[in-house]
């Protein structure tokens, strides 16, 4: 079975924000909201390397595990989907996740923020694969389509990487062993094997 | 002791039948439903399990998921080395990689297990070395948002834990399990009497003030626990009848706190005012503590009390500083991200949880204590006389002071 995933090659990122972009604009997510964004560390020091994140997707995922009305829910790849039908905006799985990855609009007020938004993986929601209300709730369903994460798949440099998980690990350790060095995977002990010890 | 001379025996908290069947039919339900949240505790569901399965539109169920893997990994070989891989003229194209028109489909997993869950946490050997280890990474963002330049928090999953595991869990037993007790209590003891009888002369114990404050503090603070119960076991209690119904449920209620809330908060203030002085500890306090209110007994001689002994003080702080907790940890969570950042933000969620259900727990007993527990405790705040035999039983000290008594060496 194919797992999805997400790895972001930190040696490789040049912070284009390329993928945030065309994220934000191929899903039309709404102004306030970003499912995709680029953190820099080490800013003009050496050293320096910038990473793009977005949901990762984990495996056992806490945003699914705390939010307290069943609107997150994981599909049998990792794709961690979201029912904005039944957002209450309450904020945990914010609290919960490793990435900061849900977003609110901040609309209303006394801390109910509206219903959640986040990354979908390009998959959609729970409305049927490729409808019209789809799009305007979840935006763009690539996966349906047998594409992956807009984001990756229009890196310049290929940093970003989103696929099966061991094809981009392969992917990856190629890329490390030719040129010789690598930071390792950023985030992925965290998302992916929570359970791992060390 | 008291300062009255005690009278005899006229009603014995056995006495009460109905009472106690009903207590003994009560304590059994909560035993199945302790027994449910223990089992809860043990049953393996805390992993988050896929609950929906992608297939290949044009392809069964069975043969449709494998059909969908080979779609996916088809196109991830498309992000290899340009040189290798499609879309370069040079490259070679995988089957399956370049189709149009929607080809994956998703369908509802009939039975979800944690199979899948288990193989993802498990890394094999060609992914293991490039792990690096969980560690807090931020950096910088341009983006205006809050912790936008936290690239890595491991925290957030020990806060699942927090929240989703301990506190809830906890929570559940303490209130399910408090209750068996009082339910126990009842089906045993009986209620507390009024041992001497009704006297059938009343005294004035509450004023309308005092009264009208206690029962708008009461009712929001029972809304305010159900709306909390609702977000905080809505999974457990109302998934079944619904998706639909549960999230109108958590949207009713997430409104309904807020709204509830300000009364709640001007209850606590009012009520810290008129009965601050009679909550003072004093002397009293611990030899009523140590025979503990002479609840278990159906003798005439409980221990002296001034207008309110060291149970309702206790009561009384926890309403105090337990509610004012939930106020300024309520006003806090209720303008995300003004006080503090995601890590103080996360502390106030789970602080707010565990002191509300805390809360749930203690003031079942007040309920408890103020309705069926004892004979002619409602009468206080509900018409706000109670019998002189209730008063001069419970409360010695106050009864004499305002009948103008003076005990002899207790001031």
């Known amino acids: 079975m194919a797992r999805a995933k997400f790895l972001c090659d930190t040696d490789r990122c040049i912070e284009c924000n390329a993928c945030a972009t065309s994220c934000k604009n191929e899903h039309e997510v709404p102004w306030g909201m970003v499912r995709r964004r680029v953190v820099t560390i080490n800013d003009g020091e050496p050293g320096e390397k910038s ?23 994981q599909t049998d790849i990792g794709v961690v989907l979201h029912d904005k039908d039944t957002c209450i905006g309450c904020g945990y799985c914010f609290y919960a996740c ?36 789809e799009f305007r709730k979840y935006g763009r369903n690539r996966l349906a389509e047998g594409k992956l994460p807009l984001c990756a798949e229009v890196c310049s440099t290929r940093a970003l990487l989103a696929g099966d998980g061991d094809e981009i690990g392969e992917i990856y350790r190629e890329r490390v062993i030719a040129r010789g060095y690598g930071a390792g995977a950023w985030g992925w002990k965290t998302a992916y094997y929570p359970e791992e010890q060390g | 002791m008291s300062i009255y001379q005690p009278g005899p025996v006229v009603v014995r908290g056995r006495d009460f039948t109905a009472y106690r069947i009903g207590g003994a039919i009560v304590a059994a339900l ?12 043990f049953d393996g569901d805390a992993r988050t399990v896929p609950e929906v399965s992608w297939i290949a539109a044009d392809n069964t169920p069975d043969v449709g998921g494998m059909e969908a893997s080979e779609v996916i990994i088809a196109r991830t070989k498309l992000l290899d080395e340009r040189w290798r891989t499609g879309p370069s003229p040079e490259g070679e194209i995988p089957d399956l990689a370049l189709r149009s028109g929607v080809v994956l489909n998703t369908v509802p997993i009939e039975d979800p297990s944690p199979f899948l869950t288990e193989a993802w946490a498990t890394p094999d050997n060609e992914a293991l070395p490039m792990i690096k280890p969980s560690d807090r990474v931020a950096g910088i963002s341009s983006l205006p948002y809050p912790a936008a330049e936290i690239f890595e928090r491991p925290f957030a999953r020990d806060w699942r834990v927090g929240i989703a595991d301990l506190v809830t869990h906890l929570g559940a037993l303490a209130i399910l399990g408090f209750s068996f007790l009082l339910a126990l209590l009842l089906a045993i003891r009986g209620r507390v009497p009024i041992v001497e009888g009704r006297s059938r002369r009343c005294v004035k114990r509450f004023g309308l003030i005092e009264r009208a404050t206690h029962w708008m503090t009461s009712v929001s603070f029972i809304m ?89 003080k206790l009561i009384f702080w926890s309403a105090v500083l337990g509610g004012g907790l939930m106020v300024a940890t309520g006003i806090v969570l209720m303008v995300p991200f003004y006080f503090f950042g995601v890590d103080g933000m996360s502390w106030t969620m789970l602080a707010h949880a565990t ?17 069926v527990g004892m004979q002619g405790a409602i009468d206080a705040m509900w018409q706000g006389d109670v019998d002189r035999n209730w008063a001069k039983e419970h409360h010695d000290l106050w009864l004499a002071e305002i009948e103008g008594k003076q005990p002899e060496g207790t001031r």
């Open chain 1, 51 to 73: 990473i793009a994140i977005s949901c990762m997707h984990c495996t056992d995922a806490p945003c699914v595990a705390v939010c307290p009305v069943s609107t997150l829910y």
């Open chain 2, 355 to 371: 002191i509300g259900l805390m809360l749930i727990a203690i003031f079942i007993a007040h309920i408890y204590i103020g309705t």
């Open chain 2, 224 to 312: 305010l626990a159900l709306t909390g119960i609702t977000i905080a076991y809505g999974k457990t209690l109302l998934l079944p009848f619904g998706e639909e119904f549960l999230g109108d449920a958590g949207w009713l209620s997430t409104w309904g706190h807020m709204m509830f809330f300000p009364p709640f908060a001007l209850g606590l203030v009012i009520m810290a005012g008129m009965w601050l002085r009679h909550n003072l500890p004093s002397r009293l306090d611990i030899e009523w503590l140590r025979r503990a209110g002479g609840m278990m007994t159906d003798s005439p001689d409980h221990p002296s009390a001034r207008k309110f002994n060291a149970g309702q």
């Open chain 2, 30 to 41: 909560l035993f199945v439903a302790l027994c449910f949240q223990v089992w809860e505790l």
């Open chain 1, 98 to 133: 490793p990435f900061g990855a849900p977003q609110f609009p901040r609309a209303t007020l006394f801390g109910t923020r509206g219903t959640m938004d986040k990354c979908t993986y390009c998959a959609g929601g729970p409305e049927e694969n490729g409808s019209e209300e």
